[in-house]
């Protein structure tokens, strides 16, 4: 609905307008009420101009910078059974330009290869569990899954939160 328009179909079109109506009834004077509309995108380029001019703020949330995917890091290992040579740091550091999505996906992936690793040896049973997850399983993780965000994506998105201005 928010997109950049193109081709319409009447329902989509109508819903479109009524949208944008009930978006510019919001700051009408003698209403009593405070609504806040919040809404989330990766691709603002692709967003109607009449939308744009609705939301008068605008929060560029970059990628996470070391020390929060330090963090987490440190959040989901604390969920899962890792050896001492797991750092959280150093995964950090391997992993710029990194989501935080792409460093969860990352952490789940160590602990299927481990569980994977448990019922291929036959050694799945009552009361087995997986072997710690090592740094190595990590490391493993990142070379088969890079960074979700492409260095170009993330200019362009740059770019147009420095045109459109953001906080």
Same mark, same amino acid.
């Given at each position: 609905?928010?997109?950049?328009?193109?081709?319409?179909?009447?329902?989509?079109?109508?819903?479109?307008?009524? /949208?944008?109506? =009930? *978006?510019?009834? /919001?700051?009408?004077?003698?209403? %009593?009420?405070?609504?806040?509309?919040?809404?989330?995108?990766?691709?603002?380029?692709?967003?109607?101009?009449?939308?744009?001019?609705? !939301?008068?703020?605008?929060?560029?949330? @970059?990628?996470?910078?070391?020390?929060?995917?330090?963090?987490?890091?440190?959040?989901?290992?604390?969920? /899962?059974?890792?050896?001492?040579?797991?750092?959280? =740091? =150093?995964?950090? &550091? *391997?992993?710029?330009?990194?989501?935080? %999505? &792409?460093?969860?996906?990352?952490?789940?992936? +160590?602990? /299927?290869?481990?569980?994977?690793?448990?019922? $291929?040896?036959?050694?799945?049973?009552?009361?087995?569990?997986?072997?710690?997850?090592? *740094?190595?399983? !990590?490391? $493993?993780?990142?070379?088969?899954?890079? @960074?979700?965000?492409?260095?170009? +994506?993330?200019?362009?998105?740059?770019?147009? !939160?420095?045109?459109?201005?953001?906080?």
């Amino acid at each position: 609905l928010t997109g950049v328009r193109q081709v319409e179909v009447g329902g989509e079109a109508r819903a479109r307008n009524q /949208l944008l109506k =009930e *978006m510019d009834g /919001l700051t009408e004077k003698g209403r %009593s009420e405070h609504l806040c509309v919040l809404a989330a995108t990766n691709k603002p380029w692709d967003l109607d101009t009449a939308f744009i001019r609705r !939301f008068t703020k605008r929060i560029y949330v @970059s990628l996470p910078n070391r020390a929060a995917r330090t963090a987490m890091f440190g959040q989901y290992l604390s969920q /899962l059974n890792v050896d001492g040579t797991v750092a959280p =740091e =150093e995964l950090a &550091d *391997m992993t710029p330009n990194y989501s935080g %999505s &792409d460093i969860h996906d990352i952490c789940m992936e +160590a602990q /299927l290869k481990v569980n994977r690793e448990l019922f $291929e040896t036959g050694q799945a049973g009552p009361g087995t569990r997986p072997r710690p997850i090592t *740094m190595g399983d !990590f490391e $493993e993780a990142i070379k088969r899954r890079g @960074s979700s965000v492409t260095e170009e +994506a993330l200019a362009k998105t740059e770019n147009w !939160f420095r045109i459109h201005g953001a906080l």
